[in-house]
């Protein structure tokens, strides 16, 4: 039958150009447990503590998230999943659907922590240290930001110098995720020999974590301020493959592709509210959602939904392919946290008063994309990125 004879089904509102019809049976199986998992044991549990500016129990969740299977799900071997890109990228997004803090959290540990370990560590320190992140054992933190070098991490200031034998670490990382928390810090400073990266376990004399109070935005996450005051380390407490500040940039791509995917989760669950809020909600005799202004808005949301989900899985077959260049990785993440921006805010007003309340997800989700569009790279470093990708100039300096 020719598509002209046969009639077509009416979109899906919750999947509207049917972009999950475009994943694997295993793809849909991760997608469908994390996103069980999250909607069971994190979502009844997240506005408290978001209220609350913390994680109650974070070594608890390390564990429930090492047994779902998602710390370091993409990495091969020492008790890691081996996923492909693409299942990582639905487990992220199916985490930062409830909220971006527990996105990142898994990101923190996996994509970046473990990422680095994996990448640049010797077998030593692979064998110490992956499998017991992989289960939530332990918990990893990575440091790059200092107070002075944000966006130009290779303006650090920390440094790490030879003693005998010993490497001696000092100074400042500032908004790292799960710093206070964590059993190990994969550290960045600079050498002689250019900036390599420090496998810290966090018990060492002289390192210390101080928690960053008072975030209107990313509650649900531990955000603090690394020192290290003659942190003395042994010889092999460097990641022997680490060289140059593209190590760090390398697990970055890792991170920001991972947000990638989460943020269209964000926008997603932020569009299903006010979707349904439209429908229920009657002001002047009728539900807010016939109201052609409130069309417009949903219209507006569902091709932003889409149009991140199809970007995220687009990046996410390249990856699988070997095809992923990092200005892709950019590209998806100025791309799909501009649009879940846009999404959320428009979802707040659509709730009225009751968009400003933790009743509802959709002002959570809004101010926690304020970090999300900060870090991992701001909005205007990956359109920079994007920008020397196409002219071949960079405007970075
Ligand atoms: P530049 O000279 O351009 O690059 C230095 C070397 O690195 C290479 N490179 C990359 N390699 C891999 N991946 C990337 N994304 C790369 N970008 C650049 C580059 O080819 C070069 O290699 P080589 O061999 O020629 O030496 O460096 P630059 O100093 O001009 O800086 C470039 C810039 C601005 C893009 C970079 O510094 C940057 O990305 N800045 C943003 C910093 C950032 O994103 N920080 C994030 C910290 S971690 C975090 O936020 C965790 S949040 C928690 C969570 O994820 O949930
Ligand atoms: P700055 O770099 O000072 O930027 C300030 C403004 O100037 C931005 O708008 C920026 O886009 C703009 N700007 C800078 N350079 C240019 C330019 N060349 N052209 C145009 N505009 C420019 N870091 C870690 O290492 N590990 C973590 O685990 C981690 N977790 C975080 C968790 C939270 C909750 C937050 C908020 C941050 C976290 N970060 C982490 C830090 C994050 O990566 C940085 O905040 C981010 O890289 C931006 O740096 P900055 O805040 O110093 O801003």
């Known amino acids: 039958m020719s598509d002209s004879q046969r009639r077509a089904a009416a979109p899906d509102p919750l999947d509207f150009l049917a972009v999950d019809a475009e994943l694997s049976d295993t ?66 997004r199916e985490l930062e659907a409830v909220d971006s803090g527990l996105r990142s959290f898994v990101s923190v540990q996996g994509s ?31 440091g790059l930001t200092e107070p002075d070098s944000g966006s ?17 670490l000092n100074g400042t990382k500032m908004w790292i995720t799960n710093g206070s928390v964590a059993d190990v810090a994969v550290v960045w400073a600079a050498t ?3 900036i390599r990266g420090f496998v810290v376990p966090t018990d060492t004399p002289g390192f210390s974590a101080n928690v960053i109070h008072k975030k209107l935005s990313l509650r649900a996450s531990i955000t603090s301020e690394l020192v290290l005051e003659d942190v003395r380390l ?20 890792e991170a920001r592709y991972g947000i990638v995917w989460g943020v269209a989760g964000a926008a997603r669950a932020c569009y299903e509210a006010s979707l349904d809020y439209a429908k229920t909600r009657e002001q002047f005799g009728k539900p807010i959602g016939g109201f052609q202004l409130t069309q ?24 699988d392919e070997g095809n992923c260049h990092h200005n892709h990785v950019s590209f998806g993440k100025f791309a799909n946290v ?30 926690n994309l304020e970090t999300v569009a900060t870090y991992e790279g701001t909005e205007e470093i990956h359109a920079l990125s994007i920008g020397q990708s196409v002219t071949g100039v960079s405007a970075f300096r």
Not at 152 to 168: E, K
Not at 338 to 357: C, D, L, P
């Open 192 to 194: 002689d020999d250019g």
């Open 296 to 319: 417009r808005k949903l219209a507006d949301m569902v091709v932003d939904v889409n149009h991140a989900s199809m970007t995220a899985l687009r990046i996410g077959r390249l990856k």
């Open 234 to 253: 042994p010889a092999d407490a460097v990641m022997p493959a680490s060289k140059g500040l593209g190590s760090p940039l390398s697990c970055l791509n």
């Open 338 to 367: 501009a649009a879940a921006q846009r999404v959320a805010r428009t979802a707040r007003g659509i709730h009225g008063a009751n968009g400003i309340t933790l009743e509802y997800p959709v002002m959570r989700h809004m101010v």
């Open 152 to 168: 130009d991490p290779g303006s650090m200031r920390t440094r790490a110098r030879r003693d005998g034998a010993d490497w001696v």
């Open 27 to 92: 793809e849909r199986d991760i997608r469908d447990a994390v996103r069980e998992f999250s909607t069971r044991e994190l979502l009844p549990h997240v506005a408290d503590w978001f209220e609350a500016g913390t994680l109650p129990d974070p070594r608890g969740l390390a564990k429930a998230f090492g047994d779902l299977g998602v710390l370091g799900m993409h990495l091969e071997g020492y008790g890691c999943g081996g996923s492909s890109a693409v299942a990582y990228g639905l487990a992220c």
């Open 112 to 142: 970046l922590a473990m990422a680095a370990i994996h990448k640049f560590g010797s077998e030593e320190q692979k064998n110490e240290w992956l499998p017991r992140m992989a289960a939530g054992d332990a918990i990893g933190c990575f």
